[in-house]
């Protein structure tokens, strides 16, 4: 018995090991930020501001600009015109996004700052989340998943990219307060420089390559989640490499716990309202659901290099983001299931009703 119980468990290594391995590999991105964040702790300098890494040139201008002229490559904005006419659902999910959301985190942030239940130097990473674009790839993939409008999805998250640019960064400035000490115009020549420019630049070079671009299908997403890892490595190691002020554990799990109260509430309201407008298909609400909540991590994070690079506090204002975008990806995954049973419900429905007309004579349905 010994030695059969003991053959059974040596069988069942492998297969345990290849399932945490299988896990590791459709999650490593997250695996990466823990990873990248503990090896800035472990030797600071080599990522911090004047390193041998020179984070002030390869990050700030090199890495940023090679993200997103990938944005550029990546974005199939010959796919835009199919969803463009649907007007009052591509305003409603902009102005979700890009005024409730940061308006709503405001007024929340203005209560949280009278309490202690989360840190000060966390409060601005709230703000930080609800100023963000949607993402260009999680929202359009979970809507896809549940069997939403993709075609809208995309126009959405590629438009939204698009309005990001400008208006994430006056949301920044305007609503995180850092005007006194980054001018406006710096910021934008900036933006100019290593944002719109490499994104122009991607759409332009797609244009003459999109046929080789479909064929051989590159890992730009990646590449720019490589990218990603890097930037967040360099922050973090300029955080560790000066001293900090300690932060209490609990106003850290304080902020993993209102990040994901934030986006239940968000994801409800924007289910609510779709519903009462009875203007917006079942296939429709899901893209609201998903393309109005979500923020993108990869634009955030560059944009706020960029607006924030002299900032001590700016590992603290990425930390909320950096929490809120694996949940925004676990929490739409785990409610996938449901909202498929939602949206095949009223596809029966549909089908039903024009079986029963179709049976129903002539002259009682003129």
Not at 64 to 92: D, N, P, W, Y
Not at 162 to 187: C, D, E, K, N, Q
Not at 213 to 225: A, D, M, V, Y
Request: proline share 6%; aromatic share 10%.
């Amino acid at each position: 018995r010994a030695s059969r119980l003991l053959r059974k468990i040596i069988c069942a290594v492998p297969m345990c090991t290849a399932g945490v391995l299988e896990q590791v590999r459709k999650r490593w991105f997250l695996f990466g930020i823990v990873a990248v964040i503990s090896l800035a702790n472990v030797f600071p300098p080599l990522g911090a501001k004047g390193g041998p890494l020179r984070p002030e040139i390869t990050v700030k201008y090199c890495a940023v600009s090679l993200i997103f002229f990938i944005s550029g490559l990546s974005l199939k904005s010959e796919e835009l015109s199919k969803a463009i006419t649907q007007v009052r659902l591509h305003v409603f999910i902009q102005s979700y996004t890009l005024l409730f959301i940061p308006l709503a985190v405001t007024f929340l942030v203005k209560g949280l700052s009278l309490t202690s239940f989360i840190d000060h130097a966390y409060l601005s990473g709230l703000h930080v989340v609800g100023c963000m674009p949607p993402p260009v790839s999680s929202a359009v993939l979970l809507t896809k998943s549940v069997g939403g409008n993709v075609a809208a999805a995309i126009f959405n998250s590629a438009f939204g990219s698009f309005l990001g640019i400008i208006v994430t960064p006056v949301l920044l400035l305007t609503l995180v307060g850092t005007t006194a000490t980054i001018p406006f115009v710096s910021v934008f020549t900036q933006l100019s420089m290593t944002v719109l420019l490499p994104l122009l630049t991607g759409q332009i070079v797609r244009y003459f390559v999109k046929e080789w671009l479909e064929k051989k299908s590159p890992p730009f997403g990646t590449i720019g989640s490589c990218i990603l890892l890097l930037i967040i490595y360099t922050t973090f190691c300029d955080t560790f490499a000066s001293p900090q002020p300690p932060v209490s554990v609990m106003s850290l799990i304080n902020v993993i716990i209102v990040v994901i109260l934030c986006q239940c509430t968000f994801l409800s309201v924007a289910f609510l309202i779709g519903n009462s407008f009875n203007v917006f298909s079942r296939q429709d609400i899901i893209t609201v659901l998903f393309c109005s909540t979500h923020k993108s991590l990869t634009l955030g994070i560059p944009i706020l290099k960029i607006v924030f690079h002299d900032s001590d506090n700016l590992s603290s204002m990425t930390l909320p983001l950096l929490i809120y975008h694996p949940t925004q990806i676990l929490l739409g995954s785990a409610l996938v299931p449901f909202l498929q049973s939602w949206v095949q419900g009223d596809t029966s429905t549909g089908q039903t009703s024009i079986s029963s007309r179709a049976s129903t004579p002539l002259k009682e349905t003129a």
